[in-house]
T-cell receptor, first 114, second 110 residues
Framework: DAGVIQSPRHEVTEMGQEVTLRCKPI?????LFWYRQTMMRGLELLIY????????DSGMPEDRFSAKMPNASFSTLKIQPSEPRDSAVYFC????????????FGQGTRLTVV | SQKIEQNSEALNIQEGKTATLTCNYT??????LQWYRQDPGRGPVFLLL?????KEKRKERLKVTFDTTLKQSLFHITASQPADSATYLC?????????FGKGTSLLVTP
């Protein structure tokens, strides 16, 4: 397996534009997580899915953020409209079944909103 | 609510020495603690997991301890090498989600 795949690697957009980040988890993994990383706040959990169903979205900062997982091999994180304070690195991770399994992370998407 | 704290100060050590990184939690003892390594521009990579009822876990030059009395986990790298330079993150499970500390940057100089 190629691991968790995220696209794009880098995204620069203007304030007010819609941004869509994409993630392909490892095949067979039941859980998918979206994280945001900044120097100030570290790695923050935004939302996670189990078997394509959102389980906990309490980390999503505002209604401008939304996430979907239409099937087991694809998830999106959308920001609409984007703001400069959304600039961060966004990571997707997946794990197999169980709370004690290691998380596999993608390479991340570095988002810059100008 | 549970908080996990890592020393925000970077740790600089000389090659060959043992590096010790600290992870403190504030509330209940998590059932598991995990340690990850993150290199610049890359996602975190899993290193070790330790359970609440385990005092110590080892993997090659790595050792993790879990002290529920002190509410602390220590991460040791023995015989450190410049290639060990990275940011190290600890994380605890809350249900099926992993919550991370901010990480400690380690620099090993020749």
């Amino acid at each position: 397996d190629a691991g968790v795949i995220q696209s794009p690697r880098h995204e620069v957009t203007e304030m007010g534009q819609e941004v869509t980040l994409r993630c392909k988890p490892i095949s067979g993994h039941d859980y998918l997580f979206w994280y945001r990383q900044t120097m100030m706040r570290g790695l923050e959990l935004l939302i996670y899915f189990n078997n394509n169903v959102p389980i906990d979205d309490s980390g999503m900062p505002e209604d401008r953020f939304s996430a979907k997982m239409p099937n087991a091999s694809f998830s999106t994180l959308k920001i609409q409209p984007s703001e400069p304070r959304d600039s961060a690195v966004y990571f997707c991770a997946s794990t197999g079944w169980g709370a004690n399994t290691e998380a596999f992370f993608g390479q991340g998407t570095r988002l810059t909103v100008v | 609510s549970q908080k996990i704290e890592q020393n925000s100060e970077a740790l600089n050590i000389q090659e060959g020495k043992t590096a010790t990184l600290t992870c403190n939690y504030t509330n209940y003892s998590p059932a598991y603690l995990q340690w990850y390594r993150q290199d610049p521009g890359r996602g975190p990579v899993f290193l070790l997991l330790i359970r609440e009822n385990e005092k110590e876990k080892r993997k090659e030059r790595l050792k993790v301890t879990f002290d529920t009395t002190l509410k602390q986990s220590l991460f040791h790298i023995t015989a450190s090498q410049p290639a060990d330079s990275a940011t190290y993150l600890c994380a605890y499970n809350s249900g099926y989600a992993l919550n991370f500390g901010k990480g400690t940057s380690l620099l090993v100089t020749p």
